[in-house]
Nanobody
Framework: QVQLVESGGGSVQPGGSLRLSCVASGLTYSMYFMKWYRQGPGKERELVADISPTGAVVNYADSVKGRFTISRDNDEKTVYLDMNNLESEDTAVYFC????????????WGQGTQVTVSS
């Protein structure tokens, strides 16, 4: 049974930082692309960042470039999202997503973690 468990969300003031973590189990972690999505109030879910199975390739949404960093530890089966200089527009539920590198239809989601940026 595949599980993705996010943690690290919370409330922070504008300009603050948070680190999200997502621990995977039940899959061959090194064979999966890992992605962070978010869904803000009244908005559609959007891709924030993704990282290749080896960690060699990363991509970011324009809205978070220069502020967020995605990384992974394949030994710990964990993907991270370091978020700096947070803005109110970053308020959302953040979801971890795993996509099998050989079959994109094999995809799994975490339950989400809330990030609230407010003064």
């Amino acid at each position: 049974q595949v599980q993705l468990v996010e943690s690290g969300g919370g409330s922070v003031q504008p300009g603050g930082s948070l680190r999200l973590s997502c621990v995977a189990s039940g899959l061959t972690y090194s064979m999966y692309f890992m992605k962070w999505y978010r869904q803000g109030p009244g908005k559609e879910r959007e891709l924030v960042a993704d990282i290749s199975p080896t960690g060699a390739v990363v991509n970011y949404a324009d809205s978070v470039k220069g502020r967020f960093t995605i990384s992974r530890d394949n030994d710990e089966k964990t993907v991270y999202l370091d978020m700096n200089n947070l803005e109110s527009e970053d308020t959302a539920v953040y979801f971890c997503n795993a996509v099998y590198r050989l079959d994109a239809s094999a995809t799994y989601w975490g339950q989400g973690t809330q990030v609230t940026v407010s003064s």
